[in-house]
Structures are given as structure tokens and as C-alpha cells.
């Protein structure tokens, strides 16, 4: 089934207008949202899932300004995806309004099952992401993690050292390897499994 462009939300003061009238359209599905620094992959990750071109994408970090929401009818679910974190161009008030905003939706959208945390499969988690990781935990929200661009690991080895370098510093956050994806959208390598876990949604997951 086609996947359908819902809704957008380009200033705080709109997060209210999602909880009033017909909700997203009269969507009531399930959703979670795609969170990750500037220029890892979210929008490209979102259109790779959905299969169909609905979210901009661009070489230039700091693409996605506002929080975008999708239908994924396959799957029953909703999408939000949001701008990215760690521009940095970006000046400090544009931080801070960025900052402003996801949080304002974070703690509004009580609705929200969870996010996916989108990581670089090269490296991290960077002292940003783990800032993120603290910030969704402080808030409840129960996240998915998952390594984006696996495809730039060209040989095992690299791969291996990796996911080993990866498993130890999430685990020193605790978060356990059950709860982590490597995909690429490129090559769609990981994205039959994601989509399996994405169709469970994140009761019971830490
Ligand atoms: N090699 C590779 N490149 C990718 C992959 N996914 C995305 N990219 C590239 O990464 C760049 C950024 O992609 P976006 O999807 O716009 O990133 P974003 O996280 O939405 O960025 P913001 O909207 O700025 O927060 C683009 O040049 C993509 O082509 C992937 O799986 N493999
Ligand atoms: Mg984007």
C-alpha cells in the first residue's frame, strides 16, 4: 500500500494542534519517531522503509527543519521525522529552538511508542548522541537503536571491529544488543529484519 504524507509541525507553537480536532488526519495509528544527528540517514532510512520518496533528502546536514509525519500503511503505523541534532552550522539560537521544540513534542505527544535512535554505523556513539540517549531516557521514551550507512563497512573485519567497538560503548550505557540494528538503505541490507521489529512495536522493550 501506498505510504501518505500527513502532517507537518514547523514551530512549537503548533505541537497543540496536533491534540486538537482531527488528529493527524484522523490517524490514530500507532507511531514513533526517527531521531539522530544531522545527515545520518533519517530521511533517507524513513523513505527506504516507507518505499516511496515522501521525505527530503539532501547531502547538506540540517535538511529537515520541522517534524514531518507519514502513514506507513504496510505496517500500520505512523512516522515522525525529525531534524537532526549536532549541526554544526547551525548558530546557537537555532540550537536552542531546536532543543525548544523537540522537547516541547517529546513531552507532548504522550502517544509516541518510541524512537528510533539512528547512529552512524563509522562511529559513535558521539558524545551528542549519547546526550540524546540521556535526554529520551529522562523523558521515558523507549528507543530502538540502529546503525545507519552499514554499507560504508566495506570488508568483515571492519564490520566486526565495529559492532564489537559499538556493543561495549552502548553497553556501558546500558543498552543491550537485542535492541540494536545495523541497516543501510543503500543496499537495504538489515531493513527485512528492522521492519519485523518495527511491526512488534516497543512494549517490553527497554
Ligand atoms: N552510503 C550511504 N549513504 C546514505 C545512507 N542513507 C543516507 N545516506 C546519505 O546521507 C546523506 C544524508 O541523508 P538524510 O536522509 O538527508 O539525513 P538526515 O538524517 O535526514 O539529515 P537531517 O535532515 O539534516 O537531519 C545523504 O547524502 C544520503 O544519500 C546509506 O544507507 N548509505
Ligand atoms: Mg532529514
Do not use: C
Amino acid at each position: 500500500m501506498k505510504p501518505e504524507y500527513l502532517l507537518t509541525l514547523a514551530a512549537p507553537s503548533q505541537i497543540p494542534d496536533l491534540f486538537k480536532g482531527p488528529f493527524l488526519k484522523g490517524h490514530r495509528e500507532p507511531r514513533f519517531a526517527m531521531v539522530g544527528r544531522s545527515n545520518v540517514g533519517k530521511s533517507t532510512l524513513i523513505n527506504a522503509l516507507l518505499g516511496a520518496p515522501l521525505a527530503q533528502v539532501s547531502k547538506q546536514p540540517g535538511k529537515t527543519r520541522a517534524i514531518h509525519f507519514y502513514l506507513w500503511k504496510d505496517i500500520d503505523r505512523i512516522v515522525a521525522d525529525l531534524p537532526g541534532y549536532g549541526y554544526a552550522r547551525a548558530s546557537w539560537t537555532e540550537r536552542d529552538r531546536w532543543e525548544e521544540f523537540i522537547r516541547l513534542y517529546f513531552e507532548t505527544d504522550e502517544n509516541l511508542q518510541g524512537v528510533i535512535l539512528l547512529l552512524d554505523a563509522r562511529h559513535g556513539p558521539t558524545p551528542a548522541d549519547v546526550d540524546a540517549i540521556q535526554f529520551l531516557r529522562e523523558r521515558d521514551v523507549s528507543m530502538k537503536v540502529v546503525f545507519a550507512k552499514a554499507d560504508t563497512l566495506k570488508t568483515q573485519s571492519m564490520r566486526a571491529q565495529r559492532k564489537k567497538a559499538a556493543a561495549e560503548a552502548l553497553g556501558a550505557l546500558g543498552i543491550g544488543g537485542s535492541s540494536v540494528f545495523w541497516v543501510s538503505s543503500q543496499t537495504r541490507v538489515g531493513l527485512p529484519e528492522l521492519v519485523n521489529e518495527l511491526k512488534k512495536g516497543w512494549e517490553g522493550v527497554e
